[in-house]
Every structure is written in C-alpha cells, then in structure tokens.
C-alpha cells in the first residue's frame, strides 16, 4: 500500500463505548496529524505528532487521546463521546517537523478519513 | 474567529470558462498559502502552493494569486473542466509556527457541461 490509510472508513459507536480510529503512513514521513471536519466548519487541527512526540494539542477533550507509537502509525482512541462530535476525522502527514519547515510546498498527504457517527 | 474565509460556498461554472475560487485571511503573521481539492470519500489533496515572497505562481492549469494588501488570494482554474468538479480547501500558515496550517471551510466547485 502507499500514501496515508486509515481505518475504519466509518464508525457508529455509542455514547458509553470505547473505540479507536488507525492511521498509517507508507510515505516515509516523520511528522503526523489528527484533524477534524464538521459540516460547514473548518478542518480543526486536533493533534501533531513530530519523530512521534506529540508536539500540539489544540485544546481537544480529554474524551480524544491520540497515540503514535512509531512514526508510521497514529491512533484516535475515543470514549465517551458526544453527537457533537460526530464528524470525518482525517489523518495526516508530512516530512520534517510541522507541514511548513523545511520541504518548500508545505504539503499534508491526507487520508481518505474515518467517518464516525456517535449516537 | 475565522483567520481563513471562504466565503463562497459554492461556484458553479461551465465547462472551458475560468473558475475563480476566492479566500481571504486575517492573520498578517501567515507566509504560506495552500490550495487543497477534496473529492467526495477521499482526504484532501495538494493542488498549488504560494509563499508571502511572491503573488503568482502557476502550474497548468491553476494559477494562485496572491495580494498581501488585501490579505487574499484567488485560486484561478482555465480552462475548467468536469473533473475539477471537487471541494477546494484554502489554508494558510506560518514558518514561525510551522505545525500548523489554518484551513478555510472550502468552496465546492461544480463545472458543467
């Protein structure tokens, strides 16, 4: 495979379940992120991990814990959540720390993204 | 607040003429400027980029214009064709803080035959 997956395409989970939504990069990068897109909303950066160090945590809720435990993967673990937060969750990556330093055309490969439904 | 706007939701152009898709930032700390095209079930991806040093870069048929007076940029597609039919996402960041990008709310473009 190439390029960023992730998995599962969709999930509909309750209010008092515990979930994980999966990123995986195949590109060789060593920089990752979590986004999220609600309808008629931004794409909200949630988390950034860097040489798998998360280095930003855009004042997400606790209810969302990221963990990257190589570079090539990323994790959403998710409980307790809430319909507001139903929403496309998108993974990212980049080279070099951030998605601006050091390459010259600041360019996020993004996944497909994860569509969750909280009920 | 919203540092990146997009404040067309949607355009809708005929195939062959000029789409003009807008975007306006209010941030004067950005340097970098991104256009992203989003297909339906699948991630963004990277159209076109333009660094604060420059106000146009092409490649093909996209050309981005950038007027930092104004705090906006304009992604130009000519000639449009159906397959640019997408959501196309503006973000913005800044080498000072380079782990972020700022995205806008994206247009969806619609190019008819």
């Known amino acids: 495979e190439t390029g960023v997956t992730q998995t599962p395409r969709h999930l509909v989970m309750g209010m008092t379940n515990k979930k994980s939504l999966k990123c995986e990069q195949h590109?060789?990068?060593?920089?990752m992120y979590w986004y999220k897109q609600s309808a008629k909303k931004p794409l909200e950066l949630m988390f950034v991990?860097?040489?798998?160090?998360?280095?930003e945590n855009n004042s997400v809720p606790s209810r969302f814990s990221p963990e990257c435990p190589n570079s090539s993967h990323l994790f959403l673990h998710l409980h307790t959540l809430q319909p507001e937060d139903s929403a496309l969750y998108l993974c990212?990556?980049?080279?070099?720390?951030?998605?601006?330093?050091?390459?010259?055309?600041?360019?996020?490969?993004f996944g497909e993204g994860s569509r969750l439904t909280v009920l | 607040d919203q540092q990146v706007k997009q404040n067309s939701p949607s355009l809708s152009v005929q195939e062959g003429r000029i789409s003009i898709l807008n975007c306006d930032y209010t941030?004067?700390?950005?340097?970098?400027f991104l256009w992203y095209k989003k297909y339906p079930a699948e991630g963004p991806t990277f159209l076109i980029s333009?660094?604060?040093?420059?106000d146009k870069n092409e490649d093909g048929r996209f050309t981005v214009f950038l007027n930092k007076s104004a705090k906006h940029l304009s992604l130009h597609i000519v000639p449009s064709q159906p397959g640019d039919s997408a959501v196309y996402f503006c973000?913005?960041?800044?080498?000072?803080?380079?782990?972020?990008?700022?995205f806008g709310t994206g247009t969806r473009l619609q190019v008819f035959p």
């Open positions: 941030n004067s700390m950005f340097d970098y």
């Open positions: 991990y860097s040489l798998e160090e998360r280095v």
């Open positions: 333009i660094s604060s040093i420059k």
């Open positions: 973000a913005a960041g800044s080498t000072i803080n380079t782990d972020k990008l700022i």
């Open positions: 990212a990556s980049s080279q070099a720390q951030g998605a601006l330093a050091g390459v010259g055309t600041g360019e996020l490969f």
């Open positions: 590109l060789g990068h060593n920089a």
